[in-house]
């Protein structure tokens, strides 16, 4: 008897699937790319399907039924199979390449202007970027990635590369604009530009906003009306860079700015935020070994002096 035509509607499946991993139709959305709206009505399409409710709809909250739990568990082992067999068979045909996953900042504006150096440093190496701004699943079996904490796992090797060091920076025009930046409090007057909540989501850390910061300070959050919010730090930093207000860095993500000058830090407050580490985490393969060893060794003289002031 063919099964297939007990099979629901995929696309569903996987709108389901995502929706009941966050608990939240709103995550779900942002995972797929699509509206909120969708998946409400890919849900609806299941729903039907079934004759169930596989959510109970809650004040700003979903939660499984029952039936949407058993749904769910079998949908998350069906699609973790596919996925292992899938990269199986992709590993099977591909070539040689070390696959690295990291945030869009990191790839952009750390690791891009040091490609050059890289190949010099491992020219047998032949790298496949993958940008993800949360950490790779340890079920999808990833190669490699820059990650921001660690979860251990017995087969992954992991390498502490540095802790954040987070400071305020403008371009020299605003600062020319705005002279009085003379203190913390003396920002409250100016625009002052954040990361939005989405894009700490995934994080294992708290959201590090300009809320946050001023905490660490011993200083009350300026509630400065002109502020405004970003998705993603590339963006924000283009705004900074156009003189647009005051952005949060990672030393890591703009020294070079600051070491050209197009940047400028208006204060000398800075927060060594040592909890915050980052690793180079990797597959325990044989077969990558060498090109793993010669990634790592080169990431570790590259951040060498981000480590510095690290008391660890």
């Known amino acids: 008897m063919s099964f297939v035509k007990h ?18 139709f709103k995550r779900a959305a942002e995972e797929l790319f699509v509206t909120q ?21 809650r004040n700003r909250q979903v939660v499984l039924t029952p039936e949407g739990r058993a749904l769910y568990d079998a949908a998350s082992s069906a699609f973790l199979s596919l996925s292992t067999a ?9 070539t040689d390449y070390l696959s690295l996953s990291t945030t869009g900042g990191f790839a952009q504006l750390w690791l891009m202007p040091r490609l050059g150096a890289l190949r010099q440093a491992c020219p047998e190496l032949k790298l496949q ?19 921001l904490g660690l979860e251990d796992h017995a087969h992954y090797v992991a390498t502490y590369l540095f802790s954040e060091e987070i400071f305020p920076v403008c371009s020299p025009d605003f600062l020319a604009r705005h002279p009085g930046i003379s203190g913390l409090a003396a920002l409250s007057q100016v625009p002052l530009l954040d990361l939005d909540a989405q ?10 906003d300009w809320a946050y910061w001023f905490k660490q300070f011993g200083v009350a959050p300026t509630g400065n009306t002109q502020s405004m919010s ?25 020294q070079h700015q600051l070491d050209t000058g197009v940047l400028v830090r208006p204060l000398p407050e800075r927060l060594l935020a040592h909890d915050r580490k980052h690793y180079f985490v990797y597959n ?18 590259q951040t060498e002096y981000l480590r510095r002031d690290d008391p660890r």
């Not at 990269?87 to 591909?94: K, P």
């Not at 894009?199 to 590090?208: C, I, K, Q, V």
């Not at 325990?284 to 003289?301: G, H, K, V």
């Open 284 to 301: 325990r393969d044989p077969a990558m070994e060498p090109r793993m060893l010669c990634m790592r060794d080169w990431l570790l003289a």
């Open 129 to 147: 970027l993958v940008s993800s701004e949360s950490n790779p699943d340890y079920r999808e079996r990833f190669q490699a990635a820059i990650t």
């Open 86 to 94: 899938s990269h199986t068979l992709l590993n099977s045909t591909a």
């Open 230 to 254: 970003f998705s993603h730090f590339s963006v924000l930093l283009d705004a900074v860079l156009q003189g647009q207000g005051v952005g949060l860095a990672w030393r890591h993500l703009v």
């Open 7 to 24: 099979l629901p509607p995929l696309n569903a499946l996987k709108t389901f699937e995502a929706a009941a991993r966050h608990l939240s």
């Open 199 to 208: 894009h700490w989501g995934a994080r294992l850390w708290e959201p590090m």
């Open 37 to 57: 709206a969708a998946v409400s009505r890919q849900i609806q399409v299941l729903e039907e399907f079934y004759g169930l409710k596989l959510f109970e709809r």
